[in-house]
């Protein structure tokens, strides 16, 4: 059966970067995206909460009729993609596929380069040695990688235009300005791009892996021509967070309105959508069973 809808994984907001590039050269393609956001970021988790977290999202990308899921971000596509890949889609004739963006990440990277890659990413991304390894596949180039952890969260707040987003960029692109290539290793940080190259010299090239990922699944789908047919250009978003926020931080990520964004949260282990988004205060007790009273046993105490 053909399947027209493709499946777009990000721990939060900073995937719609890699959809507004897939938008852009797939027009005609539908898309489902999941933004883990009621439990974002991801970058300081570790790696068996990041396996069971990109379980749940991709099998509920799966349950909403996803046969390709693209895992946009990096951090899992560092740590968890090829557990993602053996448990889901074992085999080539697989009616299941998920691919990731680090390797296509690495290619642009080497390609644009002249020897000296900086790479710039959550702590985890960094931590995991994934794109050290992969460009190591693809040439002898030097590479330095470096964690930036305040990044995202700046992006999230919306203070990407800010002096605290161009501080931060400085500071950690310190030591970095012999690189010819800065790969941006984050789905967030191409919302940072311009200060990137405000604050480094102009000799050093600042890459946004979003349109290489983008090509490379427009030549995937080329070699597995029928896997995802075109539809009509829809984007439905789901996301474990408060939807409404996630529609206004979302929209200024992707360029354009999310008209449909749906709440998902885990239930019985499964993420499933919920119709309505509780948002506690105060303190919050659990309903539990009281516990039983012990027993006591022989005569009791005078």
Do not use: N
């Not at 993602?84 to 596929?97: D, F, I, M, T």
């Not at 998920?98 to 020897?115: Q, R």
């Not at 791009?193 to 604050?199: A, D, G």
């Not at 529609?247 to 709440?263: F, N």
């Amino acid at each position: 059966m053909l399947r027209a809808v493709i499946g777009v994984y990000d721990s939060g907001f900073g995937g719609l970067t890699v959809l507004r590039a897939l938008r852009a050269r797939l027009p005609d393609h539908d898309f489902v995206y999941l933004g883990d956001s009621g439990r974002a970021p991801y970058g300081g988790r570790d790696a068996d909460t990041i396996l069971d977290f990109s379980e749940q999202c991709v099998e509920r990308l799966f349950e909403e009729g996803c046969a390709l899921v693209i895992v946009a971000c990096h951090t899992v596509s560092c740590v968890a993609l090829r557990h993602l890949q053996q448990r889901y889609a074992p085999s080539k004739q697989s009616a299941r596929r998920i691919l990731g963006v680090t390797i296509p990440a690495a290619e642009e990277a080497v390609g644009s380069s002249a020897g000296h890659i900086a790479v710039l990413g959550t702590a985890r991304t960094i931590a995991s040695g994934t794109f050290d390894a992969e460009i190591a596949k693809l040439g002898p180039h030097r590479v330095t990688s470096r964690a930036a952890p305040l990044l995202a969260p700046i992006v999230e707040e919306g203070w990407e235009d800010t002096e605290i987003a161009r501080l931060a960029i400085a500071k950690y692109v310190e030591g970095l300005e012999d690189a010819d290539t800065l790969l941006l290793a984050c789905t967030h940080y191409p919302l940072l791009e311009r200060t990137f190259r405000e604050v480094l010299p102009s000799s050093v090239r600042v890459l946004d892996p979003g349109p290489a990922v983008a090509r490379a699944l427009e030549k995937w789908l080329a070699r597995h021509p029928g896997f995802v047919t075109a539809g009509s250009g829809s984007i439905r978003a789901l996301c474990t967070g408060e939807p409404a926020t996630f529609r206004k931080h979302g929209e200024r990520m992707l360029g354009a309105p999310l008209s449909t964004v749906q709440h998902v949260a885990l239930i019985d282990g499964r993420l499933a959508h919920r119709d309505r988004v509780e948002i506690a205060t105060g303190q919050v007790v659990r309903p539990s069973t009281p516990p039983e009273a012990p027993s006591v046993a022989g005569h009791a105490r005078r």
